[in-house]
Nanobody, 125 residues
Framework: QVQLVESGGGLVQAGVSLRLSCTVS????????MGWFRQAPGKEREFVAH????????SYADSAKGRFTISRDNAKNTVYLQMNNLKPGDTAVYYC??????????????????WGQGTQVTVSS
């Protein structure tokens, strides 16, 4: 089994930065794909970013490009999402996700078997 625990969310003003962390425990040795998703009230869960096990391959949603950076520290079993220049539209619950497979469609939430409980990010104007 794999457990994911997110942290680092909070209430911030527009323009500031936050770094989310996702700590993984359990069978962590072969998590080929890890991602961040978010869900705002009344909206569907949407892709934010993903990263492969090696850390050499990443992708971002258009809304995240240029502002967010995903990274992972395999020695610490942790994935990060650095979010800069936050906007009120970034307000959502942010979820960490993982899967053992090399996801062919890493932006598709159905590619992930493991999910964290989420951390709230609220950006005020």
């Amino acid at each position: 089994q794999v457990q994911l625990v997110e942290s680092g969310g909070g209430l911030v003003q527009a323009g500031v930065s936050l770094r989310l962390s996702c700590t993984v425990s359990g069978l962590t040795y072969n998590l080929n794909t890890m991602g961040w998703f978010r869900q705002a009230p009344g909206k569907e869960r949407e892709f934010v970013a993903h990263i492969r096990q090696s850390g050499g391959s990443t992708s971002y949603a258009d809304s995240a490009k240029g502002r967010f950076t995903i990274s992972r520290d395999n020695a610490k079993n942790t994935v990060y999402l650095q979010m800069n220049n936050l906007k009120p539209g970034d307000t959502a619950v942010y979820y960490c996700a993982a899967d053992n497979a090399y996801a062919l469609r890493p932006s598709d939430p159905y590619e992930y078997n493991y999910w964290g409980q989420g951390t709230q990010v609220t950006v005020s104007s």
